[in-house]
């Protein structure tokens, strides 16, 4: 891994980034979930303003260059009582414009029983385009423009792996507390883990995708590398890089940054460099 000086310089090349596309405007933009809004500040960390959205329901936002927000929100569908992770574009106003995608999933406090799998929608910005994609039995990710309109849909026939006792201990860590208590029998678990975990892009528009695939060493598992034009480029074993329903790593200038726990429980941030040969 590497030290801070690789932090250092992604922060540099960023910054260059942000100036030449003149979309960021050299500033530091913060989610505030609790408060439903944005903050912005200056590189130096002088505040200059805040925009606040009128929805409760808030999961993550970011600003797209061409000045519109993408928004993922989770909600309860009025019709049905299920829950509604809905993926929406906004003007600069924070005034819905269309929705992207969308994914419906059962409400644990109306249901008999929940899969036990992650449900929000998997969603990266790169390179003028928008990917995003469902955790199900089915290998799809789905491309759009920043206007919200389809380009692709990439699918992959991919093996069918167990899912590990590992991945269940994992997924209902996150109900330990007591407050779940009444839900918690609720669960259960397909015989088959879903086509991926989770992706992510990089500044060129590489899609990187977890497979569930275990690699062939002990706590890794292969990646499936697509390039901007949806073709499969390589197939990678690579550290779990898993977090929750996500994944907790950024790939940027070839480096692959990622904030991993310790056998003793501590957090360590790692930077790996990416050699391509293929």
């Not at 989610?31 to 505040?47: A, P, Q, S, W």
């Amino acid at each position: 891994y590497g030290d801070h000086r690789d932090l250092h310089r992604l922060i540099r090349r960023q910054r260059q980034m942000c100036i030449r596309d003149r979309y960021y405007d050299d500033k530091i933009i913060i989610t505030d979930r609790r408060n439903m809004k944005f903050v912005f500040f200056r590189n130096d960390g002088t505040y200059i303003n805040e925009k606040k959205f009128e929805i409760t329901t808030l999961d993550k936002a970011i600003l797209l260059k061409n000045g519109n927000y993408l928004v993922g929100e989770t909600t309860v569908n009025p019709s049905s009582g299920k829950f509604l992770n809905i993926l929406s574009l906004y003007d600069s106003n924070l005034k819905k414009l269309k929705e992207v995608d969308k994914h419906e999933f059962e409400n644990p406090l109306r249901s008999n029983r929940i899969l036990g799998i992650y449900q929000n929608i998997i969603w990266n910005v790169s390179k003028n385009k928008i990917y995003t994609g469902h955790r199900d039995q089915i290998y799809e990710i789905r491309i759009f423009n920043l206007t919200g309109d389809p380009i692709r849909i990439i699918r992959k026939k991919y093996k069918k792996v167990p899912l590990s006792e590992e991945y269940k201990k994992k997924y209902m860590k996150q109900f330990a507390s007591a407050m779940f208590e009444k839900i918690k029998s609720k669960f259960y678990f397909p015989r088959s883990a879903p086509a991926y975990h989770s992706f992510i892009t990089d500044e060129r528009g590489r899609i990187f995708v977890m497979t569930y695939e275990p690699g062939s060493s002990p706590g890794n598992y292969v990646f499936d590398i697509f390039n901007d034009d949806g073709i499969l480029i390589l197939r990678k074993e690579l550290p779990d890089l898993s977090k929750n329903e996500g994944i907790n790593a950024l790939i940027r200038y070839d480096r692959l940054y990622c904030v991993k726990e310790t056998s003793m429980g501590y957090q360590k941030f790692f930077c790996y460099k990416i050699k391509w040969k293929y």
